[in-house]
């Protein structure tokens, strides 16, 4: 009797402990400044979505937020950076794409991708991501502010409509980024959407003495809100390999990406601080 309870137990502890050594699923964010972490936390106001998605996560999942500011799809190819993310992937692995600001810019040869070039690029992510058996997510865009006599508008062109025919065509699941901030926005309007951007008065932080309007980036409560309406829409379209670890709560207390990024010129990396408790803007 004492042999089976001995053998039970011991069952029991390697249970626990095959459990607990498990690699936890990693979440890449590949993106761009919407999406990025920010490290200017005490001078500047500004946030990207991604850095705080882990807020509205929970369960064994990390965030590796690989978004950076200005790329596009072909920078961020052309970079190594995407390579960056394969190199670190594993099998299981969510990546979460979203371009779109940044390769409509003819005038910048470095970024731009006509939108043939961004649906190849894009296409080509999803398949290089699948041949490593990662679970890919594709985004539109997030939406620009922009009203006009109370009437809002889109400025992304094509490149929404192309994410959107890219995803049925390799068959990933779409969060449609661009058609939610947009009904986002229009809900609050033109007067109480601006305190959700980089829409900085004189004298309010140290990196813009003299203050700043910036319609496309967030500030944390923006970033707050694009993340849960990222969340809330996986949660809808109810993705068995990504349900289990959203925790959208409309009232949770913002949680910070801890990723260190890779410095591509070097072996350093550049270190974002979690503990936000005691960091007021």
Same mark, same amino acid.
């Not at 990207?48 to 950076?68: D, S």
């Not at 990024?261 to 005691?278: A, L």
């Given at each position: 009797?004492?042999?089976? &309870? ?6 029991? &502890? ?10 936890? $699923?990693?979440?890449?964010? $590949? ?39 200005g790329r596009s799809t072909k920078s961020f190819v052309d970079e190594g950076r995407w390579a960056e993310v394969l190199r670190r992937a594993h099998k299981g692995d969510i990546v979460v794409l979203q371009f779109g600001h940044n390769d409509a810019k003819v005038s910048d040869p470095k970024r731009y991708a006509s939108v043939e070039d961004y649906t190849r690029n894009l296409t080509r992510m999803i398949n290089e991501a699948q041949?490593?058996?990662? +679970? ?28 959107? !025919? &890219? ?10 980024? !661009? #058609? ?29 003495? !003299? ?5 496309? +980036?967030?500030? !944390? ?10 969340? #809330? ?49």
């Amino acid at each position: 009797m004492r042999k089976i &309870v001995s053998i039970g137990i011991l069952v029991s &502890v390697l249970l626990v402990w095959v459990a607990a050594s498990k690699k936890p $699923v990693t979440m890449f964010m $590949v993106g761009d400044s919407t999406m990025a972490d920010k490290t200017e936390l005490d001078i500047s106001p500004e946030r990207g979505w991604g850095q705080l998605l882990p807020t509205y996560l929970k369960g064994r999942i990390v965030v590796q937020n690989h978004a950076m500011n200005g790329r596009s799809t072909k920078s961020f190819v052309d970079e190594g950076r995407w390579a960056e993310v394969l190199r670190r992937a594993h099998k299981g692995d969510i990546v979460v794409l979203q371009f779109g600001h940044n390769d409509a810019k003819v005038s910048d040869p470095k970024r731009y991708a006509s939108v043939e070039d961004y649906t190849r690029n894009l296409t080509r992510m999803i398949n290089e991501a699948q041949a490593q058996q990662l +679970h890919v997510i594709l985004c539109t865009p997030v939406c620009r502010r922009y009203f006009k006599k109370g009437e809002f508008y889109l400025h992304h062109g094509d490149y929404p409509k192309a994410a959107r !025919e &890219v995803a049925q065509a390799t068959n990933v699941p779409l969060i449609d980024m !661009e #058609q939610l901030t947009q009904e986002w926005l229009i809900g609050l309007g033109d007067e109480a959407s601006k305190a959700y951007f980089m829409n900085v008065p004189a004298g309010e932080c140290i990196k813009f003495p !003299e203050g700043k309007t910036d319609n496309t +980036h967030y500030r !944390e409560n923006g970033a707050m809100a694009a993340a849960g309406i990222f969340v #809330q829409a996986l949660a809808k379209a109810n993705i068995k390999w990504v349900k289990p670890y959203l925790n959208y709560r409309p009232n949770a207390k913002p949680v910070y990406s801890t990723f260190c990024r890779p410095d591509f010129k070097s072996d350093k990396t550049v270190k974002v601080e979690s503990d936000m408790k005691s960091f007021k803007e």
